[in-house]
């Protein structure tokens, strides 16, 4: 049986999302009413989050669903999963709860395939699926590798870097060089069997890596075909947020778990899958044109700017401004080899000019497609030398204890420290206490505060804690079991001392054994550039298309760099409106990429661009819409 959503209930949902006098519109209901399998196509801007989070506050109104079934929805972060978290947290009791699942396509994959099927070969639980963990398991049992290691040692790429890239195949787990390829090597050699060997040694010592947990799964289901239909009797919808980031291994196996009676819509646009370490890495979402649905209003710029972004499609798509946006005419700053570090001044002049300065919530960036320094050619450093690579920094937050206890690669502690060990044990405490409520006269503990209370009140308590404490990050780092160990430490001595109540909220993040991804977040705040004209300041943030993506800005420059040839130069047929089907791997790349730097800002995109790229074609470019400013040309040398 199908749920109606009636007007009724959009109105109500748009009373708690949408600003007073602000209504979803015909696509965007559409897609709310929608109780069938689609796949939603979305342009950029188009309020597809908000579009959701309607649909599942209006479906919490309705459990307990038919027959106790649930609702399962799957991102990419669990940044985007926070999102809906903390915009629906009125709903937490119905929504976030049993027989409810949300969370990460990984996570999904861990809890209800991976840790079984490895519970089942194995008859115990994994210790951790990661990434990080898992290569440092690799680094350490390199050296004890005889015949193989000199065989990986041959390798160009490094024989270490090759072997933990190794993966188990999905289809016969093999030990192959990616997931879905074959064997890396004759299965008879002595160098296969002994590094096949050595992989299932560590996988029975209880350490995955993230495409070994898909390894895992695809294995259950070939096993024990029944789950399919025991997880599709679990959920009446499923919703994949930003499905285009989904990678081909990740799309088959959603298709392999959910059977024809789960509603299921992916949702997502085609012409943003760009990924983190590959712009080039095939999308996985195969759309079905005979079930797609489009959301082809964008909130978030103007109709000029929208016809600019529609030409950068890969996969066709009608893109409609937002009527109500002011105005501003794309503009492309053009420069020489002389004037390049005067970019990133006459954006600011611009944006001046066009007194988005005065905005409240104002955001400025200039971001390019490559970030690294060349010897000859231009790249972000071209325009402004203080530009440094992005700063990747672990999450520091966690929503269950064990995944504070995840051991790092020697190399990251290297690096950070090992009191970067400590700081992690230091925040799962830190969260215990503001489970519970306990405070330091009204203020949360910081470190320095809960080190200092401690020390105060029971010195000796507080030199048995740092004691532990030290013990705990070594055994850490030795790869040793600490969680029994520190969850009961944090239900009885820790507990005593400040006098705080086991919650439902404390239990289960004392007790919860679901590893989290460790991730990288990549912070961006030192690679600010400020621009002053006259009184008025303003800071623009320089940044990488990868590290911007998924924002919305005032206003974008995109900057010209170069990959195999200069990006701009390479597409500026479709800048000015003359499309054509792409079918050359680097057009497809590189329109890709423009296609989500371009489509960032709200009120202003600029490109700035070489003239050589541009010559003879300025007049077509001022007919298709463009303000062709040459400012930064008219005093240079030839």
Same mark, same amino acid.
């Given at each position: 049986m199908r749920i109606i959503i009636t007007n009724d209930d959009i109105s109500w949902a748009e009373s708690i999302l949408l600003a007073a006098g602000e209504h979803f519109d015909e696509e965007q209901k559409a897609v709310i009413r929608c109780s069938e399998t689609k796949d939603i196509l979305a342009c950029p801007g188009s309020g597809k989050t908000t579009t959701l989070l309607a649909k599942l506050? #209006?479906?919490?109104?309705?459990?307990?669903?038919?027959?106790?079934?649930?609702?399962?929805?799957?991102t990419h972060t669990n940044v985007a999963i926070n999102d809906i978290k903390s915009r629906a947290y009125f709903a937490s009791q119905k929504l976030f709860n049993y027989p409810n699942h949300f969370g990460? #396509?990984?996570?999904?994959?861990?809890?209800?395939?991976?840790?079984?099927?490895?519970?089942?070969?194995?008859?115990?639980?994994? +210790?951790?699926?990661?990434?990080?963990?898992?290569?440092? !398991?690799?680094?350490?049992?390199?050296?004890?590798?005889?015949?193989? $290691?000199? %065989? +990986?040692?041959?390798r160009r790429e490094g024989g270490l870097e090759y072997l933990q890239r190794l993966r188990f195949n999905k289809d016969d787990f093999c030990i192959s060089p990616q997931i879905d390829n074959q064997a890396f090597i004759g299965t008879t050699t002595s160098t296969y069997r002994e590094i096949n060997r050595l992989k299932l040694r560590i996988l029975d %010592?209880?350490?995955?890596c993230y495409e070994d947990a898909y390894s895992l799964a695809f294995e259950y289901i070939r096993e024990y075909p029944g789950m399919r239909e025991l997880i599709s009797k679990r959920f009446t919808y499923v919703f994949i947020d930003e499905m285009q980031d989904s990678s081909t291994t990740q799309s088959e196996l959603l298709n392999n778990i959910f059977n024809e009676n789960v509603v299921i819509q992916k949702i997502g646009d085609l012409n943003q899958s760009i990924f983190d370490h590959d712009s080039d890495l095939e999308c996985g979402w195969m759309v079905n044109n005979t $079930? *797609?649905?489009? #959301?082809?209003? /964008?909130?978030?710029?103007? /109709?000029?700017? *929208?016809?600019? !972004?529609?030409? +950068?499609? !890969? $996969?066709?798509? *009608? #893109?409609?401004?937002?009527?109500?946006?002011?105005e501003i005419t794309p503009v492309i700053i053009v420069y020489d080899d002389y004037t390049i570090q005067q970019v990133l001044d006459k954006f600011g002049d611009i944006i001046i000019r066009n007194n988005l300065h005065q905005h409240e919530k104002r955001v400025f960036k200039a971001v390019a497609w490559r970030g690294k320094p060349h010897a000859s050619e231009r790249t972000i450093p071209s325009y402004w030398g203080g530009y440094s690579k992005e700063i990747k920094v672990k999450k520091t937050e966690f929503s269950n204890l064990k995944s504070y206890l995840a051991?790092?690669?020697?190399?990251?502690?290297?690096?950070?420290?090992?009191?970067?060990?400590?700081? $992690?044990?230091?925040e799962a405490f830190l969260k215990c206490l503001r489970i519970t409520g306990i405070t330091d006269d009204g203020r949360a503990f910081t470190e320095k505060k809960l080190h200092k209370y401690m020390s105060e009140k029971t010195p000796n308590f507080y030199l048995d804690f740092r004691v532990r404490l030290a013990n705990w990050c070594l055994k850490i780092h030795r790869q040793e079991e600490v969680f029994e160990e520190i969850k009961n430490y944090l239900t009885n001595e820790f507990k005593k001392f400040f006098n705080y109540q086991m919650n439902d909220e404390l239990a289960t993040f004392i007790n919860s054994s679901d590893l989290e991804v460790d991730n990288e977040e990549t912070l961006q705040s030192n690679n600010i550039y400020n621009y002053s004209s006259g009184t008025t300041d303003i800071d623009i943030e320089v940044s990488t298309i990868h590290g911007v993506k998924g924002e919305t800005h005032t206003a974008t420059c995109y900057l010209e760099t170069f990959f195999h040839n200069y990006d701009i130069k390479r597409i500026i047929d479709y800048i000015k409106g003359e499309y054509s089907e792409p079918t050359q791997k680097r057009v497809i790349q590189n329109l890709k990429m423009a296609f989500v730097g371009m489509s960032r800002p709200s009120h202003l995109l600029c490109i700035a661009v070489h003239r050589d790229s541009i010559t003879g074609q300025e007049e077509a470019l001022q007919r298709s819409g463009w303000d062709v400013n040459n400012e930064l040309c008219a005093s240079s040398n030839d």
């Open positions: 506050l #209006i479906l919490s109104r309705q459990m307990p669903l038919e027959n106790n079934r649930g609702i399962c929805v799957l990460t #396509i990984q996570s999904f994959v861990d809890k209800y395939l991976a840790i079984p099927a490895y519970i089942l070969r194995f008859k115990k639980r994994p +210790l951790y699926v990661d990434n990080e963990v898992f290569n440092s !398991i690799i680094e350490r049992s390199y050296n004890t590798l005889y015949a193989a $290691r000199t %065989w +990986l040692d041959r %010592w209880g350490y995955l $079930r *797609a649905m489009c #959301i082809t209003g /964008s909130k978030r710029f103007p /109709s000029s700017m *929208a016809g600019k !972004i529609e030409n +950068l499609c !890969i $996969r066709r798509q *009608a #893109i409609r401004g937002n009527g109500r946006q002011s051991p790092q690669a020697d190399s990251f502690i290297s690096s950070n420290g090992v009191n970067f060990y400590k700081k $992690r044990l230091g």
